[in-house]
């Protein structure tokens, strides 16, 4: 019989433990401890951290697992390519998945494979963010203006608030 790894155990993963049951595959369900729904439908269960890509190698290859999957959240794509990638398994290779976690990484992928895509940008300030807006709009009128993200900061909540008060203010 196959074993599916499900990272995550909420409720936004109990169709795919109900899904498995019903047609006849296993599960191990792979969480932070908690009380998770999907505990009781699983299987079996791990309780481990689901975005470190070792504690899911090691579940994966402990439970010896035929697949790793999840739905519902980003948090363990990157430790489902590097697990499904180390051990052969079916799935997203370790470059894909972390496109499919990060937005920004996903979006210039898509637009790199010609897929058509909402306009985006990535705003580190106020500033970055006035300059946006005019840039989504330009982008909107089919101009092909590309800002990178050069660098990652540290957001306190106030400046958050800050930049979507603004944002909001400024959309169209």
Do not use: W, Y
């Given at each position: 019989m196959k074993k599916l790894l499900v990272l995550g155990a909420s409720y936004t993963q109990t169709p795919l433990y109900e899904l498995s049951r019903k047609i006849g595959i296993k599960t191990v369900a792979m969480s932070i401890p908690g009380p998770y729904p999907g505990f009781?439908?699983?299987?079996?269960?791990?309780?481990?951290?689901?975005?470190?890509?070792?504690?899911?190698?090691?579940a994966?290859?402990?439970?010896?697992?035929?697949?790793?999957v999840t739905c519902?959240?980003?948090?363990?794509?990157?430790?489902?390519?590097?697990?499904?990638?180390?051990?052969?398994?079916?799935?997203?290779?370790?470059?894909?998945?972390?496109?499919?976690?990060?937005?920004?990484?996903?979006?210039?992928?898509?637009?790199?494979?010609?897929?058509?895509t909402?306009?985006?940008?990535?705003?580190?300030?106020?500033?970055e963010l006035e300059a946006s807006t005019g840039a989504t709009r330009?982008?909107?009128?089919?101009?092909?203006?590309?800002?990178?993200?050069p660098r990652r900061i540290r957001t306190t909540a106030s400046s958050r608030n800050s930049l979507r008060a603004r944002f909001s203010a400024s959309s169209p």
């Open positions: 009781e439908l699983a299987d079996e269960t791990d309780m481990h951290n689901i975005a470190d890509p070792d504690a899911v190698l090691r994966a290859r402990d439970h010896h697992v035929d697949g790793i519902g959240l980003d948090l363990g794509m990157r430790a489902i390519g590097a697990a499904a990638e180390a051990l052969g398994l079916p799935g997203p290779s370790k470059e894909a998945a972390a496109k499919a976690a990060n937005k920004l990484l996903m979006k210039e992928a898509l637009v790199a494979a010609g897929v058509q909402a306009p985006f940008c990535c705003v580190h300030s106020e500033d330009r982008r909107r009128r089919g101009e092909t203006t590309r800002r990178r993200c």
